[in-house]
């Protein structure tokens, strides 16, 4: 079993900067497909980042805003976001499953709580 815990979240200003992180335990984590996924009120929850050993891909509406990135010492997973805006705000889940692939959101084994974003205009 993997336990995530997100931590990072909280209220930024539209241009603003923040960093989530998603600390694991229960097992390393250094050979999972790891990602961020968020959920505002009344929508899905979308696709926003994921790293594997390879490389890593963003959700369409990143756009070079985001970096998602890894600290295998730590078995902690980040999501970098600058140039926030409003339409940002939302709950942001870290999620792992073990795996060298890129993997859909219900592929995924293990999910945190979430972290709230909000981004004021």
């Known amino acids: 079993q993997v336990q995530l815990v997100e931590s990072g979240g909280g209220l930024v200003q539209a241009g603003g900067s923040l960093r989530l992180s998603c600390a694991a335990s229960?097992?390393?984590?250094?050979?999972?497909?790891m990602a961020w996924f968020r959920q505002a009120p009344g929508k899905e929850r979308e696709f926003v980042a994921a790293?594997?050993?390879?490389?890593?891909r963003y959700g369409d509406f990143v756009k070079g805003r985001f970096t998602i990135s890894r600290d295998n010492t730590k078995n902690t997973l980040y999501l970098q976001m600058n140039s926030l805006k409003p339409e940002d705000t939302a709950v942001y889940y870290c999620?792992?499953?073990?795996?060298?692939?890129?993997?859909?959101?219900?592929?995924?084994?293990?999910w945190g709580q979430g972290t709230q974003v909000t981004v004021s205009s």
């Open positions: 999620a792992a499953r073990d795996g060298s692939r890129w993997y859909c959101r219900d592929e995924y084994t293990y």
């Open positions: 229960g097992r390393a984590t250094s050979n999972y497909n």
């Open positions: 790293i594997r050993s390879s490389g890593s």
